[in-house]
C-alpha cells in the first residue's frame, strides 16, 4: 500500500507517524517544498524576545518522531498536478518533474497569509516566520530597520508587534475592526491591552483597512495606503487572516465558498482515497455548523483522525471549540467559545462581566466575561484578562461548553471540572449569583 502526504507540517508529520502505526508494512512518502520542516510559526518571535538560543528549539518532536518512522521522505519538491483519475500526483524537485502513484493521498498543504494585492517586487521588504528560512531571513532584515508596519491586529499581529516592540523601532500597527483581537474577544475586554500599547508609543491605526501597499519611489520603504493616508515603514509585517493553499485543487476537487477543501465526516475529499486535514479543511464547529479553524492543535487532530480513516471509516469528527490563549505586553487573555458579537446574532443571551482585583482569587487583575443563553443559563462562551495564566481552568471552560453544561451544573460539578487550584472557581460562583439576581430581577 502507498500512501502519499503532501506537507510535512503539523498535520503532515502526525499522519505519517499514525499511518506508520496503523499501517506498518506501508510505504508512506512524505512530500514538503521545503528543506527543512517542523518549526513553529512563533519562531521570529521567539528569537526576538530572547527564548531561543538556537533555531532548533523552535522544531516541533514530532519531526523527531518522524525520523523514526520509516518514511520516505522527498523535501525540497513541490507538488504541481494530481490525476484522481490514474491516482497519481506530480512533483516537481528542481528541474525534474516526476509522478507518484499512490493508493491513498492525505493533503496537508497548509495555508499562507497572502496579501493578494502584492507582487514579487515586495518580497525584499516584507517580514514573514511562515517558514524557518523565512524567519532567519527576517531577523537578518531587522538589523537594520528603523520602523515597521504590521497589518493585522489579531493574535498573529500582536504577538509579532510585542516581538518586535523588543527592538529600537518605530512600529506602526493596522487593523480593519474597531478594535484588537476583535475575532475572539468583544471591544470592552481588550481596552486594557489598547491604552497599554498607546502608553507604549506605538501607533496603532484601530478601524483603517489598508487598501494597497507598494514599493517607495526610491524602493527603500514599503508604501501603505487607506482612506486615511499614505504612510511608509522600512519593513512590512503581514498578520492577517490565513488562506488555505487550496487554488492547485480548483476543478479537481469540490472547495468551500472560502477555498477551504470539502471533506465528509472522516475527511475524505470529493474523490475517493484523497483526504485533506489541518489548515485545509473547515471543521465542525459548535453553535456555528462549520469554520475555518487554522490552529496547530486542530492541524494534529485532524493528522490522528485521518489515518484511522484510511482504509475503514472508523472516528468521524467531532465538534470542536475554539479556544485561543496569548500573553501580550503584561496580560494574559483567553477566549473560548463564541464572543457576546457571534451568541446575540443566534439567540437571546445574558452576558455577565466580572472586572475588579479580586485580592482573594488571585491579587491581580481579573477581568472575567461570560456568555450564556437568557433562559437556561447554558455556557456559550468565557473571556478572561489577567495578570496571571489561568489557561488550564479556561480549557476546563471550553470542555463544559462541549458538554452543553448550564453555569450551574458547571459550578456543582467543579470538583470534576476545574484543576485542584480551582482559582477560577470564585469567579464562576459570583458570575452565577450576579446572573441567577438578573433573572429574578426581571420576573
Avoid at 525534474?96 to 518580497?123: K, N
Avoid at 521588504?125 to 524567519?135: E, F, N, Q, V, Y
Avoid at 488555505?244 to 468551500?256: D, K, Q, R, T
Wanted: aromatic content about 8%; hydrophobic content about 45%.
Amino acid at each position: 500500500m502507498d500512501i502519499v502526504i503532501v506537507g510535512a507540517s503539523f498535520a503532515g508529520l502526525t499522519a505519517a507517524i499514525e499511518c506508520r502505526a496503523a499501517y506498518p508494512e506501508a510505504s508512506i512518502h512524505l512530500i514538503d517544498r521545503e528543506k527543512e520542516v517542523g518549526y513553529f510559526p512563533n519562531a521570529l518571535n521567539w528569537k526576538l524576545k530572547g527564548s531561543l538560543t538556537s533555531w532548533d528549539q523552535a522544531r516541533i518532536s514530532l519531526v523527531k518522531d518522524a525520523e523514526q518512522a520509516d518514511l520516505d521522505w522527498k523535501l525540497e519538491t513541490s507538488l504541481i498536478g494530481l490525476n484522481c483519475g490514474r491516482k497519481t500526483v506530480l512533483l516537481e524537485k528542481g528541474e525534474t518533474v516526476f509522478e507518484l502513484a499512490y493508493d491513498y493521498l492525505i493533503l496537508a498543504m497548509g495555508a499562507s497569509q497572502i496579501w493578494e494585492r502584492s507582487t514579487g517586487e515586495l518580497e525584499p521588504r516584507l517580514l514573514s516566520s511562515k517558514t524557518i528560512g523565512a524567519a532567519q531571513a527576517s531577523l537578518e532584515k531587522l538589523r537594520d530597520a528603523q520602523s515597521i508596519a504590521l497589518i493585522g491586529g489579531g493574535q498573529i499581529g500582536l504577538e509579532s508587534l510585542e516581538a518586535l516592540s523588543q527592538l529600537p523601532v518605530r512600529l506602526s500597527l493596522f487593523e480593519a475592526q474597531d478594535s484588537l483581537l476583535a475575532k475572539y474577544f468583544d471591544r470592552e475586554m481588550t481596552e486594557k491591552l489598547r491604552l497599554k500599547l498607546e502608553e507604549a508609543g506605538l501607533d496603532l491605526h484601530l478601524s483603517e483597512t489598508v487598501n494597497d501597499i507598494s514599493l517607495s519611489g526610491s524602493a527603500d520603504k514599503v508604501k501603505l495606503e487607506s482612506i486615511h493616508g499614505q504612510y511608509e515603514a522600512d519593513y512590512l509585517l503581514i498578520g492577517t487572516n490565513f488562506k488555505p493553499n487550496s487554488a492547485l485543487f480548483e476543478g479537481a476537487l469540490e472547495l468551500n465558498s472560502d477555498g477551504t477543501i470539502w471533506v465528509d465526516a472522516f475527511l475524505q475529499t470529493s474523490q475517493e482515497a484523497v483526504f485533506a486535514v489541518g489548515d485545509l479543511i473547515q471543521l465542525p464547529y459548535a453553535f456555528l455548523g462549520k469554520a475555518y479553524l487554522p490552529m496547530i492543535n486542530h492541524a494534529i487532530l485532524t493528522g490522528r483522525l485521518v489515518a484511522q480513516n484510511l482504509v475503514d471509516r472508523k472516528r468521524p469528527l467531532k465538534e470542536v471549540n475554539r479556544i485561543i490563549s496569548s500573553h501580550l505586553f503584561g496580560y494574559y487573555l483567553t477566549s473560548v467559545g463564541l464572543t457576546e458579537a457571534e451568541a446575540e446574532l443566534r439567540q437571546e443571551i445574558r452576558t455577565i462581566r466580572l472586572q475588579r482585583p479580586f485580592s482573594d482569587w488571585d491579587e491581580r487583575l481579573v477581568d472575567f466575561k461570560l456568555v450564556l443563553t437568557k433562559e437556561s443559563g447554558r455556557i456559550l462562551g468565557g473571556q478572561l484578562v489577567s495578570k496571571s495564566q489561568h489557561l488550564e481552568q479556561m480549557d476546563s471552560l471550553a470542555l463544559a461548553i462541549s458538554q452543553g453544561l448550564c453555569l450551574q451544573d458547571f459550578l456543582e460539578q467543579s470538583w470534576l471540572w476545574l484543576p485542584r487550584s480551582r482559582p477560577l472557581v470564585p469567579i464562576l460562583v459570583e458570575a452565577a449569583n450576579l446572573y441567577h439576581r438578573l433573572l429574578r430581577a426581571e420576573e
